[in-house]
Structures are given as structure tokens and as C-alpha cells.
């Protein structure tokens, strides 16, 4: 996996996180404020791996919060409706 690739996953990953959080505000409470947030996805131990490193690195001083991505769905289209119109 290139480093683009983990990057745009990692970027994709706290996005989702923060939809997560967003509607369900509860899981949030078990985090510390000062908390740096590690997201590892099951299955991806590349990814993993680059994640915890990461973490190693800025995280010093500070807690480290592991957040176990367990199942994710497949990124969809949100268009419900459309019209393709051809002219020549």
C-alpha cells in the first residue's frame, strides 16, 4: 500500500469517525479531551500498523484513545434520482 493510499484511507476513516460521533455523542465520553484518537480498522494490518506508529510519534504526552473500526459499509452514492439527456 502506498503512503497516498494509507493517507486518503486514514482522511476517509475520520471522517466516518466524526459522522460517528456526531450521531452518537455518548461514545465521545469515553474519550479524554486531550485524547489523540488512533482509528485501526479490522482486517488491515498494514494500515494498522502505519496508524500506531503515527501515534508513537504525535502522541506523546497525551492519551491515546484506539478506536476498532469492526465493520464498515461500502462508500455509496447519496443520488436517489437521476436523468442522463444525450444532444448531438
Not at 479524554?32 to 488491515?44: C, H, N, R, S, T
Not at 501515534?55 to 436523468?83: C, T, W, Y
Request: proline residues 3%; contains cysteine; charged residues 35%.
Amino acid at each position: 500500500m502506498t503512503e497516498k493510499t494509507i493517507l486518503e484511507k486514514n482522511s476517509m476513516l475520520v471522517r466516518e469517525f466524526d459522522k460517528y460521533i456526531l450521531e452518537h455523542p455518548e461514545f465521545a465520553d469515553c474519550i479524554p479531551d486531550d485524547a489523540l484518537v488512533v482509528i485501526q480498522l479490522e482486517g488491515d494490518e498494514e494500515f494498522n500498523a502505519w496508524a500506531r506508529e503515527a501515534a508513537q510519534i504525535a502522541g506523546e504526552g497525551h492519551h491515546i484513545a484506539f478506536v476498532n473500526v469492526m465493520d464498515i459499509k461500502p462508500v455509496r452514492s447519496r443520488i436517489e434520482k437521476l436523468e442522463v439527456i444525450l444532444k448531438k
